[in-house]
């Protein structure tokens, strides 16, 4: 039973549209569905919106190869500040500005994560 979860789950990964979300987590996919553009623009996405999350996946990059240590701390930093954040939504009155805020951090935090894993990690 639990094989046939872990099938499905799979299943349905490998067939989700990839959203924004994927592209700023996945940049080598991002590279590949750019390379494509416009002749096989992804059917949720457009190529601009593409070059758009390239053009920040590229910062990062730079950024994590001019000064990796820098890089460390702006996401030591970014954990730091979405731990404060998340406590305050939780202690205080719903704010909405507060939660766009957090997912805002937390795309951040994950795409620099992405960058990281994508640049630094002994496979690439």
Known sequence: MRYLF???????????PQNERYYRTHP???????KKCPAHQPSHLSCK???????????LAYQ????PQTFGQKILALQQTIEA???????????PELAETLAKNEQ??????????WLESPES
């Not at 919106?49 to 910062?59: D, H, K, P, S, W």
């Not at 954040?85 to 704010?95: D, F, P, R, T, V």
């Open 85 to 95: 954040q998340i406590a305050e939504l939780h202690s205080s009155a719903k704010n």
């Open 6 to 16: 872990l099938a499905c789950t799979l299943l349905l990964v490998a067939c989700s």
């Open 108 to 117: 951040l935090l994950e795409q620099c994560m992405a960058v990281v894993r």
């Open 64 to 67: 994590l190869q001019t000064n």
């Open 28 to 34: 080598e996919a991002l590279q590949n569905a750019i």
């Open 49 to 59: 919106q593409l070059t758009g999350i390239a053009r920040i996946t590229n910062e």
